[in-house]
């Protein structure tokens, strides 16, 4: 009969805590920090290791772009005025972009976080 009272107190505090991490307010994400109003420029005008493919093109308002930027030491290179990448890969040729190319002028940490980015038109 002892065995049950500490595996019934186990459960009961189980509960209770996933009950309080369920009602956790979420972070928000993506399209909550939209990147700036700026007009696309073409490909051609966008040098080739510059031109990216980012998972998240996003403000330097979104708390991850401050997060990623202040440990990896980028925090003073940040321009409210042009979007920052996130996970990004180079388009390299033909390469096709399903998400957002953006020609970034400081690309680091192999595309982890690319600054200073404005959107392109790949088209033209």
């Given at each position: 009969?002892?065995?049950y009272?500490?595996?019934?107190?186990?459960?009961?505090?189980?509960?209770?805590?996933?009950?309080?991490?369920?009602?956790?307010?979420?972070?928000?994400?993506?399209?909550?920090?939209?990147?700036?109003?700026?007009?696309?420029?073409?490909?051609?005008?966008?040098?080739?290791?510059?031109?990216?493919?980012?998972?998240?093109?996003?403000?330097t308002?979104?708390?991850?772009?401050?997060?990623?930027?202040?440990?990896?030491?980028?925090?003073?290179?940040?321009?409210?005025?042009?979007?920052?990448?996130?996970?990004?890969?180079?388009?390299?040729?033909?390469?096709?972009?399903?998400?957002?190319?953006?020609?970034?002028?400081?690309?680091?940490?192999?595309g982890?976080?690319?600054?200073?980015?404005?959107?392109?038109?790949?088209?033209?």
């Amino acid at each position: 009969m002892m065995l049950y009272k500490p595996l019934v107190s186990l459960v009961a505090v189980l509960a209770a805590a996933s009950s309080v991490a369920a009602s956790v307010t979420p972070v928000a994400r993506g399209n909550d920090y939209p990147p700036p109003n700026l007009a696309p420029v073409p490909a051609s005008q966008c040098n080739t290791q510059s031109l990216q493919c980012c998972n998240t093109f996003t403000s330097t308002s979104n708390p991850l772009t401050g997060l990623l930027s202040g440990l990896l030491g980028l925090g003073a290179l940040l321009d409210a005025s042009l979007g920052v990448g996130l996970s990004c890969l180079s388009i390299i040729g033909g390469t096709q972009c399903n998400n957002s190319p953006v020609c970034c002028t400081n690309v680091s940490q192999n595309g982890l976080i690319n600054l200073g980015c404005s959107p392109v038109n790949i088209n033209l």
